[in-house]
Structures are given as structure tokens and as C-alpha cells.
């Protein structure tokens, strides 16, 4: 190991930056948004931002980190001292993300530890649905600060479970990701077995994958689409810059990121196949919504008691499907928390590994926020903000620093630098830069 962590290999890297794309924003987020936008639709225009501007500037934010060497903040400075603030506003963001997303974690632990009751729950959507709300005694509303006793242990186990996958930065994580990146491939899989082979599946496929043309002139379509990607990519929030600056110098940039980015893809394709297949067949269809917290914990509880006449079958794949959560978030979360070290590490000089006890230790404070009984509310109104509104306007900025006061060359010399099978050509990274900076500019203006 070099006085900098360094990744131990390559297959280490790219399972790491797999591990961090890929979490609960594939598991729910996406098949919420698709079902929002009329399930191909969606798809059709996701795939499209992702080819256009998601794979450009995945690989952008690791060429520039692998080159300065640092993380976000430090490297935005890199390009000039004026985007100092660019690398400070992902690096804010990401440290807001990461107080409630712990939350989350926890809720799915919490959900995995009491999947047990669906055994008893056969056929009553009502228990079933009411379940999450029993256990963290939340009221849906911006009133109430009790905290419910195993709702606080759980948030406990999920700071404690993301401490120790990074305790010792990039060496940790590599020996984390070789078991969590693939876990949830295998329980997805066994998910979407099952819910392919119920009667009515096919309904949901269907639904899925063809588009509805009538539906590409909603501006709220681009805007979702452009912030799934961002967001299920990890980029835009200060973790591929920390990434990318342990990332060796004789490291094809180019290839790993294509191979990051179609792996996020699949695996969302691969969660919406088990989303709209198990609602299909369960008589749901019409139930996924936008918000993934409703879907996974509203929604999705009643079809599991709903997938067979077995309790303790539907039970099992309660467990299965939380389980799965479980190894999504964990690589997400402590990916997070990471980018945020790196970056006040590099800035400060400070030691890595006591940047990261004190920002699980602020955040973690801060969490305690959203585990109230007015937590859920609180929560809904942060996330909106953040994985909207914040992410595009930050991917603005990128775009502009790359573009008007940077070499765009210089960025894609770093990208091909090893180059073999694929280069990235400067036609499609010039106009994805150019075209994202525009298209963000106008979801922004739009969005707000």
C-alpha cells in the first residue's frame, strides 16, 4: 500500500464502484419512477441519459481524482480555485444523503429482523402494510420526536455495519465488496424466478418494457430519468472522486467505467423485472409508486403475504427480499461516507481514518432526526431535494468547469490513458459534457 490507499486490484475497484452504484435506488427507486412514467417509457429515456450523460461524466469524475490525486473538493480546486465550492457542494450533499440513507438501512434491518410476522399474516393486506409503521411508530407527519427503542438499536447496528466496512479506507472495502456486490445478483435472481412463474407476471413485464410513446413530452420524465442515473451512479456526490483517487495509474479508466455503468443498468433492469413481475402477480400492478420508502415498505409487505397460501413461505421471501435491501444499502451507505472522508481528509490534511469516526459520529447524530416519529416526513422532504434538485445542479457546475475552463482533451487523455479494446472518442464525451450541461440546465429551470 502506498502512504495514499490504493485499491489492491483492479477487480477490486470495479466491484467497489459496482457495490456503490448499485443500492437501494435500483431496488425501488427505479421501478417506482418507472411505474410513475408509464414502465417503458421510463426505461427508454433512462437508458438514454445514461449513454448520453451518465457514462461521460462517471468517467470524467474518476479521470480528474486518479489525476489530482485527491477527492472531490481538492480536486475541483485542481481544475481551479473557483470550483473549489463545486467539490464542497457534492461533498454537503453526499454528508446530507448519508443521515437519512443510514435511516434506511436501519429500516431494512429492522423489517428483515421482524419478516418472521409475514408467516402469520397470510392474505391480510392490512397487517401487512401496517407492519412498518407498528414497529417505527412514525406518524406520516411533521409532528412527534419520540423514538421507538429498537428503531434506535437498529440505527446503531446500520452506523456501526458502515464504520467497519471503511474503517481502514480502501483496503476494508475491497475485502467488503467481494462478498456484498454479488449477494444481492443471487437474491434478485431467485426473486425474479419467482415472480415470473406467478400467474399475471407477464402483465408487469409487459409493462415494464414497452414505452408509451405519448408519454416522452412530460418534462418530469427527463428530470426523473437524468436523477436516477446521477444518483444510481454514485456520481455528482463526492464518492467516484474518492474512488477514483485510489485508482493505479496503469488503470483502463474507460473500459471500468462501461463496465460500472451497464452493471448498474442490469441490475436495475433486473430489479424492475422482479418489481413489476411479483405486483403482477400478486393483482398490484397499479400499486408501485414513485416513493421507494412506500414501495418497499408499504406496498411490497402485502404482496409478500400475498405470493402463496404458505405463510412461512411468504415468510422466506420476506426475509429474501430484505436481506437483499440489506446488502444494497451497506455498500451505498459506507461508499457515502467515504467520499465525504476523502474529501475533508485531502482538504485539511487530517488522517483519513479519524475524518471518517467523525463524520459517522455527526451524521450519525444527525440520523437520530429521522428516526422520530416525524422522521418519515422529514425524510421524504430531504430526499426530494437532494437526489433532485441538488444532483443536476451540481452535474451543471461539473460540466461547466470541465467544459469552459478546463481541457476537455486533457479529461479525455486521462480517460484513455490504457486504453486497449475501447476508447472513449472525443465526439460522444465533448457532446455528452455539452449536452448534459444544457439538458441539466433546463430539467433545473424546470424543476424548480
Known amino acids: 500500500m ?12 470495479i466491484l467497489a464502484a ?24 421510463f426505461l427508454v429515456v433512462y437508458l438514454l441519459a445514461m449513454l448520453l450523460m451518465g457514462i461521460p461524466l462517471l468517467m470524467m469524475e474518476i479521470a480528474i481524482a486518479r489525476k489530482f490525486r485527491r477527492g472531490a473538493i ?20 453526499a454528508f446530507v444523503i448519508v443521515c437519512y440513507y443510514a435511516v434506511v438501512f436501519a429500516w431494512v434491518i429492522l423489517m428483515f429482523i421482524n419478516s418472521w410476522q409475514f408467516a402469520n399474516m397470510t392474505g391480510d393486506n392490512e397487517a401487512a402494510s401496517g407492519l412498518f409503521l407498528q414497529l417505527t411508530q412514525t406518524t406520516g407527519a411533521i409532528e412527534g420526536t419520540n423514538i421507538p427503542g429498537i428503531v434506535l438499536v437498529c440505527l446503531l447496528i446500520s452506523w456501526g455495519l458502515i464504520f467497519y466496512c471503511i474503517r481502514n479506507g480502501a483496503s476494508s472495502v475491497g475485502k467488503v465488496v467481494k462478498f456484498t456486490v454479488f449477494a444481492p445478483v443471487v437474491l434478485l ?13 407477464m402483465e408487469g413485464i409487459k409493462m415494464l418494457f414497452v414505452p408509451d410513446i405519448s408519454a416522452f413530452s412530460d418534462p418530469s420524465l427527463w428530470v426523473d430519468a437524468i436523477g436516477q442515473v446521477f444518483y444510481s451512479l454514485s456520481i455528482m456526490m463526492a464518492i467516484m472522486f474518492a474512488y477514483g483517487s485510489y485508482v493505479g495509474n496503469d488503470a483502463d479508466i474507460a473500459a471500468d467505467a462501461m463496465i460500472i455503468a451497464f452493471s448498474d443498468m442490469a441490475v436495475s433492469v433486473l ?22 420508502i412506500s414501495t418497499a415498505f408499504f406496498v411490497y409487505p402485502t404482496a409478500i403475504v400475498n405470493l402463496t397460501g404458505n405463510g412461512v413461505v411468504n415468510a422466506i421471501f420476506g426475509a429474501i427480499f430484505y436481506l437483499m435491501l440489506i446488502t444494497l444499502a451497506i455498500d451505498s451507505a459506507f461508499s457515502i461516507v ?15 481514518k479519524t475524518v471518517t469516526i467523525a463524520v459517522c459520529a455527526i451524521c450519525g447524530i444527525i440520523s437520530l432526526v429521522f428516526i422520530t416519529e416525524a ?3 422529514w425524510l421524504d422532504i430531504v430526499d426530494n431535494w437532494t437526489n433532485q434538485i441538488n444532483l443536476i445542479l451540481i452535474g451543471v457546475l461539473e460540466c461547466i468547469a470541465i467544459g469552459w475552463t478546463f481541457s476537455l482533451r486533457k479529461v479525455l487523455g486521462e480517460v484513455n490513458k490504457n486504453a486497449k479494446r475501447f476508447k472513449m472518442p472525443y465526439w460522444w464525451f465533448a457532446s455528452s459534457i455539452n449536452l448534459s450541461r444544457r439538458c441539466c440546465s433546463l430539467v433545473c429551470s424546470s424543476g424548480t
Open 74 to 93: 481538492e480536486s475541483m480546486r485542481g481544475i481551479g480555485k473557483k470550483w473549489e465550492p463545486v467539490g464542497w457542494a457534492a461533498t454537503s450533499n
Open 338 to 352: 467515504e467520499g465525504i472522508s476523502a474529501a475533508i481528509a485531502d482538504k485539511f490534511h487530517l488522517k483519513p
Open 18 to 41: 459496482i457495490g456503490s452504484a448499485v443500492g437501494l435506488g435500483n431496488a425501488w427507486r427505479f421501478p417506482g419512477l418507472a411505474a410513475k412514467h408509464g414502465g417503458g417509457t
Open 375 to 377: 422522521g418519515l416526513a
Open 189 to 201: 435472481l431467485i426473486m425474479a424466478v419467482k415472480g415470473c412463474t406467478m400467474p399475471g407476471a
Open 271 to 292: 430489479s424492475g423485472i422482479v418489481m413489476f413481475s411479483t405486483m403482477g402477480g400478486t393483482g398490484m400492478l397499479g400499486e408501485i409508486t414513485a416513493s421507494g
Open 2 to 13: 502506498e502512504k495514499r490507499g490504493m485499491w489492491s486490484s483492479r477487480l477490486t475497484f
